[in-house]
Structures are given as C-alpha cells and as structure tokens.
Nanobody
Framework: VQFVESGGGLVQAGGSLRLSCVTSGFTFDDYAIGWFRQAPGREREGVSCISGGDGTTHYADSVKGRFTISKDNAKNTVYLQMNSLKPEDTAVYYC????????????????????WGQGTQVTVSS
C-alpha cells in the first residue's frame, strides 16, 4: 500500500492550497479516504472524508464551506481543495484509507483507518 501526498506549502491567510493523495495497493472503491491534520501539541483530528461508491462526503465544522474533498477513481486519487485558509489551519495533513463493510460510508475517527500517508506540511501565515 502506498500513498503519495503533495500540495502542501506556505501560504498567506486567505489563500488556497490543493492537496493530492495518490494511492495504490488496495481496491480504491472499497475504502473511505480521509484527510486528517495534526498541529504541534494537539491530537490528530479529522478534516474531511469521502466514501467509496457514490463519494458521500463529510467535513469537520471548522472547515465546512472552505474545504472541498473530491476523488478521481480512474487515478485512485483524492484531493482536498482548501480555500480561505486561516493560521489555525496550520498542521501536517495526512491522507488515510479505511476499509468499510459497505460503500458510501464515511469515517472521521483516526482509529477507524487502516493505512496512512506520510503527511504534508501546510503553514498559513497571518
């Protein structure tokens, strides 16, 4: 199983970034794919998730209306478009995959995930 995350970087408040997570080694559509983030001294938190199957999505309240998760099944890739970034969005962002008993299920707790990427740093300056 492999994850290749990209798209992180340094951006000013109000700016945008698009994270990508290219996956391989598992049946993409049988898994929910989530984005998590972890800031120094804080617990890892769920940001967004997209299910297998019909691509049901879910967002943390803190990013709702600013972030958009999407996927390309042909490329086994999930994206996280992040707009109107705030300094409090600064963290290492991870993508992860959770096998679900049926498709169309989202998972927002880290403990529910089977595979994790290496993370990409997002820094938002004020």
């Amino acid at each position: 199983v492999q994850f290749v995350e990209s798209g992180g970087g340094l951006v000013q408040a109000g700016g945008s970034l698009r994270l990508s997570c290219v996956t391989s080694g598992f049946t993409f559509d049988d898994y929910a794919i989530g984005w998590f983030r972890q800031a120094p001294g804080r617990e890892r938190e769920g940001v967004s998730c997209i299910s297998g199957g019909d691509g049901t999505t879910h967002y943390a309240d803190s990013v709702k209306g600013r972030f958009t998760i999407s996927k390309d099944n042909a490329k086994n890739t999930v994206y996280l478009q992040m707009n109107s970034l705030k300094p409090e969005d600064t963290a290492v962002y991870y993508c992860a995959a959770a096998h679900t008993p049926t498709r169309n299920i989202v998972v927002m707790t880290p403990g529910g995930y089977d595979y994790w990427g290496q993370g990409t740093q997002v820094t938002v300056s004020s």
